[in-house]
């Protein structure tokens, strides 16, 4: 199971830190994701990292504001973002991927959290 909180409601500049706590078995997990959708879109790819070494990659659209982390101890991963800007307001959605190869899909991804709302205010 997945957990994510930590949304809310910002100023454009502003920061906020998601977290997503799993209670499975995270010795099967390879990768662990955001994704965000925002009315009358698609689920897009925001962050991953890798479980075992924590290699992070990023989209485009969020490189240089947003950071992705995990705590092994905790089985959490996190998402600090910095700079908000209203077009990143959206739900954002943790997942879970057991295999390598794809991960900026959503499809790829087997396990997902309920969503966190995040809305940026200009």
């Known amino acids: 199971q997945l957990q994510a909180s930590g949304g809310g409601l910002v100023q454009a500049g502003g920061s906020l830190r998601l977290s997503c706590a799993t209670s499975?078995?995270?010795?099967?997990?390879?990768?662990m994701g955001w994704f965000r959708q925002a009315p009358g879109k698609e689920r897009e790819f925001v962050a991953r990292?890798?479980?075992?070494?924590?290699?992070?990659i990023y989209a485009d659209s969020v490189k240089g504001r947003f950071t992705i982390s995990r705590d092994n101890a905790k089985n959490t991963v996190y998402l600090q973002m910095n700079s908000l800007k209203p077009e990143d307001t959206a739900v954002y959605y943790c997942?879970?991927?057991?295999?390598?190869?794809?991960?900026?899909?959503?499809?790829?991804?087997?396990?997902w959290g309920q969503g966190t709302q995040v809305t940026v205010s200009s």
């Open positions: 997942a879970t991927r057991r295999a390598p190869g794809a991960s900026v899909v959503a499809r790829a991804y087997e396990y």
């Open positions: 990292i890798s479980w075992g070494d924590g290699v992070a």
């Open positions: 499975g078995r995270t010795f099967s997990i390879y990768y």
